[in-house]
């Protein structure tokens, strides 16, 4: 009976769940409309074909690093280390293209694999060890920054210190198909992929009960840590590939590629409506996010605003989305509790969150 119960709770939470995303992904699509308009009616040169591929190009990887960052985030937990991720398999791609000289077919196939690996160990870490993610992320951030340092090629053979990526497949990744950035395709076809994952599988509606409840669903019979460590593997399989599309547009991977990245990718989750509190997301609305962003600065910058002001907007941009989301859980939270008074038999107490008023 308490299983029956359990799951289904778990259910009503994942209708609710697609619900809020629907909502949240549709209200940030129209504020995103909106301040394109008004970019496009005071500089006329953001309104220019060659600013909007600029847009698309310069942000594509953000919103698929965003895309990654969303599950985890869906299990209220974080990712620190994307960023240096990105760094350790960009330099492993450049010491396996310099180096070893490996196919380039190879080099992309250890980048993903090495990607989804160190992601997977940040969630086994924080499952088995039941370690805080922001703990176990922040030490992985330190860690795998100082190993790319540690294999650089340059620093083991001073003749590559100015040598490029020279692998024609490897270069061709960010290449474009006709006016279209590559970039954005990827983006497209990985955020597709999530949103179907997570609208239409069994396994999307167990991202979205562990993250709402994780006793109730490890109560109900989900593989809690099974869904956990799949969640930080997808972020890193994510990281593993900005970190291809950036070495390729570089031509070659710096030991401090992907450095202060993580802080782009959360805030367009946040932004885009994935709720830090778990159980709440979706993956277009981490896409809007990063191009919301991207286009705040964008315009900030063909209006001369000064570059010190830049940050300081998208850390009000941040702040204003953890409130609102804050806002919008204690008033979930309060309608849940209105509902259940209106509901309850004479004479039954009812316990509210504290904060919230009954």
Not at 133 to 153: D, E, K, N, Q
Not at 267 to 274: L, S
Request: proline content about 3%; some cysteine; glycine content about 12%.
């Amino acid at each position: 009976m308490i299983v029956l119960e359990t799951g289904l709770r778990i259910s009503r939470q994942s209708v609710q769940s697609l619900k809020a995303r629907r909502s949240s992904a549709a209200g940030l699509a129209l504020f995103y409309a909106l301040v394109l308009i008004i970019f496009s009616v005071l500089s006329p040169r953001f309104r220019t074909e060659d600013n909007y591929k600029n847009l698309l190009i310069g942000y594509s990887h953000i919103g698929i690093l965003a895309i990654g960052m969303s599950f985890p985030i869906l299990l209220a937990g974080i990712d620190l280390s994307v960023g240096s991720i990105i760094g350790v398999v960009g330099m492993t791609v450049f010491d396996l293209s310099l180096i070893s000289h490996v196919s380039g077919i190879v080099a992309i196939l250890a980048a993903l694999t090495l990607g989804a690996a160190l992601g997977a160990l940040n969630g086994f870490l924080v499952v088995k060890l039941n370690l805080s993610p922001f703990i176990v992320t922040l030490a992985a951030m330190a860690t795998w920054r100082g190993t790319t340092y540690a294999i650089s090629g340059r620093q083991l053979y001073r003749d590559l210190s100015v040598a490029p990526i020279t692998d024609k497949l490897l270069l061709w990744i960010d290449g474009s198909f006709g006016p279209i950035p590559r970039a954005f395709v990827y983006m497209v076809v990985i955020g597709l992929a999530a949103y179907w994952v997570l609208a239409h599988t069994k396994l999307g509606r167990d991202f979205y009960s562990v993250g709402g409840n994780e006793r109730a669903a490890y109560l109900a019979g989900i593989n809690v840590t099974r869904i956990k460590i799949l969640a930080y593997a997808i972020s890193g399989f994510c990281a593993g590939v900005v970190a291809l599309i950036l070495s390729s547009r570089l031509s070659t991977s710096p030991e401090d590629l992907g450095t202060g990245i993580e802080l782009s990718a959360i805030a367009a989750a946040v932004v885009g409506g994935v709720s830090l509190l778990g159980g709440v997301g979706g993956t277009l609305g981490p896409i809007l996010g990063a191009f919301l962003i991207g286009t705040a600065y964008i315009g900030m910058q063909l209006e001369n605003v000064t570059t010190y002001a830049q940050p300081v907007v998208g850390g009000v941009i941040l702040v204003g989305a953890v409130g609102y989301d804050r806002y919008r859980q204690m008033r979930e939270q309060r309608d849940l509790v209105r509902e259940r008074v209106r509901r309850r038999p004479v004479g039954e107490t009812i316990h509210t969150a504290p904060g919230v008023a009954s």
